[in-house]
């Protein structure tokens, strides 16, 4: 079972598997400024998916646009470099429990939201 920070985590920052993949790749070249074409090639994934990715990993706090089509692994606090570390490890060790966290989250969000305007009938 994965800790509920974590859980959390992946299922608020990452809106599909590829960010987790582009994730990975970036975190296991910290201090590299890696471009989008590399990411690509990395990830085997096209360059729309790569470009979403990049932008939900930038909102997330964990990437910085260096220059052009440039990117680096930059998490913007302590707590988003041990959550991004737990998640890469996680990723690895258990991969299918966390692609089912993550593509579960938004739909379990969105029943969540969609619930809340069921309206009750008194019994």
């Known amino acids: 079972m994965l800790d509920g920070d974590l859980v959390h985590f992946l299922q608020s920052t990452f809106r599909s598997v590829w960010s987790l993949e582009v994730l990975t790749v970036l975190h296991g070249r910290p201090g590299q400024d890696l471009s989008i074409e590399t990411l690509i090639r990395e990830v085997r994934g096209s360059r729309p998916v790569v470009a979403q990715s990049l932008e939900a990993l930038q909102a997330g706090g964990l990437v910085v646009p260096v220059s052009g089509d440039t990117?680096?692994?930059?998490?913007?606090?302590?707590?988003?470099?041990?959550?991004?570390?737990?998640?890469?490890?996680a990723y690895r060790e258990r991969p299918g429990e966390v692609r089912r966290l993550v593509l579960a989250g938004p739909t379990d969000k969105l029943q969540s939201f969609a619930d809340a305007f069921k309206f009750?009938?008194?019994p």
């Open 71 to 89: 990117i680096r692994y930059a998490p913007a606090s302590d707590d988003l470099v041990r959550l991004s570390e737990a998640a890469v490890r």
């Open 120 to 122: 009750r009938r008194d």
